[in-house]
């Protein structure tokens, strides 16, 4: 018979209690800072459950086998970080709170990444929605690009949660999505076109999408976590355009009333979302596309850790030194290293591409 979920009181982790139960009790409770809170039978003890912060552990003969593992947080001002093994077995590996957010090191290098079949190259992900890797490498774990699709639209299962992230922005590629944001009003519809940079820790959820919506999300580091908040309700009673973030302020950009303007090669003009502003230069984005009498860029290249292009309408070719060729077209994607000489050409009449650039 299935359980409800609102009938359930309260939890433990159970582990085996061990040879000697005293010696496993002592080391949770004088090492750890556990307390005792139950202990069975009064006689002869076989089992005891103690309690910590945040947990409920329950040294019990009948556990299943293994010695199973706890990963505990703690002050790395009063404790060390380490790894230990209780007198049951059990590792216990102690890691400091608000460990730095670990960003690895750039692995610079060109990659491309073709549109081919998105229903066939897509996985499942968070939330039931469909997610195409646009940036396999990661560039060493540094940054993920993900290309996600809802084909189907309606309600999402989705729930307030927030990323530990470096930096997080979403574009809309096709469709829409309904939003909400922690501070930032009512949900809101973002449109094709229209790009959010989520700041690290904004509170957000997505409530429904139309079919076939299609977004590119771009992040940093590439493996990040993302956290479920079971207590914040959305939207907030406050609305807060101007708060801060981890050092940056959230971008609702919305295309239908962006200006243009001249991008970094002649004859090409750029969208700007203000990503640039909002996280102090730490990263940019825009959308780039030619004039009228513009069909190649003349040879560039950029000094930064990440140039990513994602190609939102019609075709172009893109040559790039030590490399062939290629001709890109709607939904393919290409990382281009620093200091390395480009361009594009035969670009099409209404060629587009979403650019993100690190820093900006």
Same mark, same amino acid.
């Given at each position: 018979?299935?359980?409800?979920?609102?009938?359930?009181?309260?939890?433990? *982790?159970?582990?085996?209690?061990? &040879?000697?139960?005293?010696?496993?009790?002592?080391? =949770? +409770?004088?090492?750890?800072?556990?307390?005792?809170?139950?202990?069975?039978? !009064?006689?002869?003890?076989?089992?005891? +459950?103690?309690?910590?912060?945040?947990?409920?552990?329950?040294?019990?003969?009948?556990?299943?086998?293994?010695?199973?593992?706890?990963?505990?947080?703690?002050? !790395?001002?009063?404790?060390?970080?380490?790894?230990?093994?209780?007198? @049951?077995?059990?590792?216990?590996?102690?890691?400091?709170?608000?460990?730095?957010? @670990?960003?690895?090191?750039?692995? &610079?290098?060109?990659?491309?990444?073709?549109?081919?079949?998105?229903?066939?190259?897509?996985?499942?992900?968070?939330?039931?929605?469909?997610?195409?890797?646009?940036?396999?490498?990661?560039?060493?774990?540094?940054?993920?690009?993900?290309?996600?699709?809802?084909?189907?639209?309606?309600?999402?299962?989705?729930?307030?949660?927030?990323?530990?992230?470096?930096?997080?922005?979403?574009?809309?590629?096709?469709?829409?999505? #309904?939003? *909400?944001?922690?501070?930032?009003?009512?949900?809101?519809?973002?449109?094709?076109?229209?790009?959010?940079?989520?700041?690290?820790?904004?509170?957000?959820?997505?409530?429904?999408?139309?079919?076939?919506?299609? *977004?590119?999300?771009?992040?940093?580091?590439?493996?990040?976590?993302?956290?479920?908040?079971?207590?914040?309700?959305?939207?907030?009673?406050?609305?807060?355009?101007?708060?801060?973030?981890?050092?940056?302020? =959230?971008?609702?950009?919305?295309?239908?009333?962006?200006?243009?303007?001249?991008?970094?090669?002649?004859?090409?003009?750029?969208?700007?979302?203000?990503?640039?502003?909002?996280?102090?230069?730490?990263?940019?984005?825009?959308?780039? #596309?030619?004039?009228?009498?513009?069909?190649?860029?003349?040879?560039?290249?950029?000094?930064?850790?990440?140039?990513?292009?994602?190609?939102?309408?019609?075709?172009?070719?893109?040559?790039?030194?030590?490399?062939?060729?290629?001709?890109?077209?709607?939904?393919? %994607?290409?990382?281009?290293? %620093?200091?390395?000489?480009?361009?594009?050409? %035969?670009?099409?009449?209404?060629?587009?591409?979403?650019? *993100?650039?690190?820093?900006?």
């Amino acid at each position: 018979m299935d359980t409800p979920a609102a009938t359930i009181e309260s939890a433990e *982790v159970v582990v085996p209690a061990g &040879d000697d139960l005293d010696a496993t009790i002592a080391f =949770f +409770v004088d090492r750890l800072g556990f307390r005792l809170e139950t202990i069975m039978p !009064a006689d002869s003890p076989r089992c005891a +459950v103690l309690g910590g912060p945040g947990l409920r552990l329950r040294l019990d003969p009948d556990a299943p086998s293994g010695p199973g593992a706890l990963r505990l947080t703690v002050d !790395a001002s009063t404790t060390a970080p380490a790894t230990l093994t209780a007198p @049951n077995g059990t590792a216990v590996e102690l890691v400091a709170a608000d460990t730095a957010l @670990n960003v690895p090191p750039l692995e &610079d290098g060109y990659e491309l990444t073709p549109a081919g079949d998105s229903d066939g190259d897509a996985a499942v992900g968070r939330a039931g929605m469909r997610y195409r890797d646009l940036l396999p490498s990661r560039l060493g774990g540094r940054f993920i690009a993900s290309h996600i699709a809802i084909p189907e639209g309606g309600p999402v299962p989705d729930y307030v949660h927030h990323h530990r992230i470096r930096f997080q922005l979403i574009y809309c590629v096709a469709g829409w999505v #309904r939003v *909400v944001y922690e501070d930032q009003g009512p949900p809101f519809v973002m449109s094709a076109g229209d790009c959010v940079l989520q700041p690290p820790g904004i509170r957000h959820r997505v409530l429904e999408s139309s079919p076939g919506f299609e *977004v590119v999300e771009i992040g940093c580091p590439a493996e990040h976590e993302t956290h479920v908040d079971h207590e914040l309700e959305l939207p907030t009673h406050d609305r807060r355009p101007d708060r801060q973030f981890g050092g940056q302020r =959230f971008v609702h950009h919305v295309a239908a009333a962006a200006p243009w303007a001249p991008w970094r090669a002649d004859g090409f003009e750029c969208r700007d979302t203000g990503i640039e502003v909002a996280t102090d230069g730490l990263a940019g984005a825009r959308v780039v #596309r030619p004039l009228d009498d513009a069909d190649h860029t003349g040879a560039l290249s950029h000094d930064g850790e990440l140039q990513f292009w994602f190609v939102l309408a019609g075709s172009a070719t893109l040559t790039i030194d030590g490399h062939p060729q290629t001709a890109l077209t709607r939904a393919d %994607a290409v990382a281009i290293p %620093a200091a390395t000489a480009h361009q594009l050409s %035969a670009c099409s009449a209404d060629f587009e591409l979403f650019e *993100v650039t690190a820093p900006s």
